[in-house]
């Protein structure tokens, strides 16, 4: 009887070892799985495509004396597998050694939510072949996405120049004001350089951008420059008057009148320069006009000063597509940047500048664009839904940054139970510091209704 009251407590023994084991096992593997700031995807299914990505440009420079030849460039450009463009290497053709040498090159990198997060610039001396300038940029965002700083540390010629901004929105996500700062080696410290601000009206048609540069003996931003701004419903810029603050006053500068043909397309831009107080006229102008396609694309852009009373042409710039692919078929960040200004709708294929001199039309520029096919991954982009939790494990929050802006969250306990929830407009941390320590799963809940769901740990006592 003794006997097998032992060999029971034995198999007790035995099988509440095993269970702590595999319970302690499992514990081990959760706290490993979050022990990084982890990227949780919901909604989404990865899948292959295809996309032609721009593998280089040949630009070429002539001289507007006597319309030869001067520079011919070559840029370069290297994707990761989400399409984003991770090198830009620009090339000068040296006739004499018949060759093409290296000038420049951007290289980039980005965080889980394909933000770019580090940008480095190498600048080469064309003739010893020495790099002359190098540059790492460093880039922060908020919860929703938006650039809240980026830092710089330059190094060129010998000198070494640190530099950094800072970015602050409205409750719209409408930029609110850029501080610059600047590093004070002696004292390894960020002093003040200059600030931005945008002051709207109730109707955020209307805004004021002030520009200041700080002044050490004040203690404070000092005013140089106001500009006043108007948007149209679409919230293009229709008028903005420029002035400088001059003798304790603000003095007209300039004026930018614009006309659009529709939300991108800008076909007209004047800049009024020089008012005359005296005459209450403007002495100089220049106008650019834009011409677009019946698809949409920008085919040309012409530029006029004002003259005599009249408008006189200066130079043209024209632009032929291939138009059997379409702009979002394309794989060049940079490319894209530049649409908001020229407003493609097909694939780019040759550009070509030129001036108007002594009532002749010479040639200024000319840029080749060469693409091929690329397979790449692709997450649907109505379905993605991606954040990034960290610390994980915490002791006490934990901070979210997502490509859409999470609503509510909801915690859980292994058993099942809420621990804490909440509903918001827009939610960038969770405070768990009144719950106990544990593993716990998190549901986050997008404006657009995707739910996510990562596991976290507590630990205040690590």
């Known amino acids: 009887m003794e006997l097998k009251l032992l060999q029971k407590s034995n198999n007790n023994i035995m099988l509440i070892t095993c269970l702590l084991t595999i319970l302690l096992s499992n514990l081990t593997r959760a706290q490993t799985l979050v022990s990084n700031p982890t990227i949780n995807t919901a909604g989404d299914t990865e899948k ?12 070429e420079r002539f001289d507007l004396n006597n319309n030869s030849k001067v520079e011919k460039l070559k840029d370069i450009f290297i994707y990761n597998n989400n399409g984003y463009v991770v090198s830009e290497t620009r090339f000068g053709w040296n006739d004499s050694l018949k060759t093409w040498q290296k000038m420049n090159n951007y290289s980039y990198e980005y965080n889980l939510l394909n933000k770019k997060s580090k940008e480095e610039l190498t600048v080469w001396n064309s003739k010893t072949n020495e790099v002359n300038t190098s540059s790492i940029g460093i880039f922060f965002y908020d919860s929703l996405g938006n650039l809240k700083s980026r830092q710089y540390e330059t190094t060129s010629y010998g000198f070494f120049i640190k530099s950094r901004y800072d970015y602050d929105y409205f409750n719209s996500n409408k930029l609110k004001s850029i501080l610059s700062y600047g590093w004070n080696k002696a004292d390894s410290v960020w002093t003040n350089n200059t600030l931005e601000e945008n002051i709207y009206d109730s109707t955020m048609r209307k805004y004021n951008k002030i520009s200041s540069r700080w002044d050490n003996q004040k203690m404070s931003f000092i005013a140089w420059q106001k500009r006043e701004v108007t948007l149209d419903v679409n919230e293009n810029p229709v008028t ?10 603000w003095v007209l500068n300039s004026k930018n009148q614009s006309s659009y ?44 000063n004002y003259n005599n009373q009249q408008w006189v042409s200066t130079s043209n710039t024209s632009w032929t597509y291939n138009n059997g692919y379409l702009i979002n078929n394309i794989l060049y960040p940079r490319l894209s940047e530049k649409l908001q200004y020229y407003s493609f709708v097909n694939i780019p294929k040759l550009m070509i500048s030129k001036e108007f001199i002594n009532n002749v039309w010479v040639n200024k520029e000319k840029a080749e664009y060469y693409y091929s ?11 993605e839904f991606k954040n990034i939790l960290y610390p994980n494990p915490t002791t006490g929050a934990i901070n979210l940054e997502s490509n859409k802006v999470i609503k509510a969250f909801k915690v859980y306990d ?19 510091s009144e719950i106990k320590d544990g593993i716990y799963f998190l549901y986050l809940t997008s404006d657009d209704d995707k739910v996510s769901k990562s596991k976290i740990v507590k630990n205040a006592a690590r």
């Open 48 to 59: 292959k495509i295809t996309k032609l990505k721009l593998d280089s440009t040949i630009i």
């Open 240 to 249: 903005e008057f420029i002035y400088n603050y001059e003798n304790s006053r």
């Open 261 to 304: 043909l529709s939300i991108n397309q800008c076909s007209s831009l004047i800049n009024y320069r020089d008012w005359d107080s005296v005459t209450n006229k403007w002495q100089n102008a220049i106008k650019t006009e834009k011409t677009f396609d019946p698809t949409g694309n920008f085919i040309e852009e012409n530029i006029y």
């Open 373 to 383: 096919n690329s397979t790449i991954n692709s997450v649907s982009e109505l379905n």
């Open 414 to 432: 292994l058993f099942g139970n809420i621990a804490i929830e909440q509903s918001s407009n827009s939610i960038s941390r969770i405070d768990l």
